[in-house]
């Protein structure tokens, strides 16, 4: 089976400007959770998804939001872009309590 | 609510000498118990996993690790580190109902010396 994707990798951005990250959980899960991780708060859950509907949520401002097609495939937006953004978004897929991450997207905030 | 903390931001350890990472949770249900491990530039790989069942669970490249309930403990350990192991772990904490969200610790970085 093909592992989680996420697209893209890396992206620079501009503060004030918004972005959308993707990612395609492994065929057959229908959770998919995001996270953020930076130097400085290690990971930090931003929300999950299970069969299009949000089923938790971090704690996290209203500028982050997502979201989960029928295909199980998730995307996450954020608004706003402020420098602190800057991380590395991963996105992780789950079956039966077990997470399978992506290989993460960069995102620089300038 | 849950949490997760790990003794010791950075271990350093001589090649073939013992690992041992640290890891304390709190939950106020049963938990399901996780070891992750990230390469630089990479996400998270699944190292081994305490649901139900056998305390001392074996993972991937020889790592094992023991739930102790009345420690609230869930170490790793392996017995003869290799350079390829240098790399940062999580230890993780959820619930066991479907869904509850995942808690991560702050990491430790595993630095392995000649």
Redesign the interface.
């Known amino acids: 089976k093909a592992g ?1 994707t996420q697209t893209p990798r890396y992206l620079i951005k501009t503060r004030g400007q918004q972005v959308t990250l993707s990612c395609s959980p492994i065929s057959g899960h229908r ?1 998919v ?1 995001w ?1 953020q991780q930076t130097p400085g708060q ?2 930090q ?1 931003l929300f ?1 998804y ?1 069969s299009e509907t949000q ?2 949520k ?1 704690n996290f401002p209203g500028r982050f939001s997502g979201r989960q097609f029928s295909n199980s495939r998730s995307e996450m937006n954020v608004s706003t872009l402020e420098l602190g953004d800057s991380a590395l978004y ?1 996105c ?1 897929s789950s079956l039966n ?8 997207t ?1 995102l620089t905030v300038t | 609510a849950q949490s997760v903390t790990q003794l010791g931001s950075h271990v350093s350890v001589s090649e073939g000498a013992l690992v041992l990472l640290r890891c304390n949770y709190s939950s106020s249900v049963p938990p ?1 118990l ?1 070891w ?1 491990v990230q390469y630089p ?6 190292l081994l ?1 305490y ?1 139900t069942g056998a305390t001392l669970v074996k993972g991937i490249n020889g790592f094992e690790a023991e739930f102790k309930k009345s420690e609230t403990s869930f170490h790793l350990t392996k017995p003869s580190a290799h350079m390829s192991d240098a790399a940062e772990y ?1 230890c993780a904490v ?1 619930g ?1 109902n ?10 430790t970085r595993l630095s392995v010396l000649p």
Do not use: C, D, I
């Not at chain 2, 479907?98 to 990491?107: D, L």
């Open positions: 989680v959770s959770s996270y290690g990971l859950f999950e299970f089923r938790n971090g991963l992780a309590a077990e997470q399978y991450f992506g290989p993460g960069r | 399901y996780f992750y530039n990479q996400g998270l790989q699944l996993k649901t999580f959820s066991q479907y869904g509850q969200n995942f808690v991560f610790g702050p990491g």
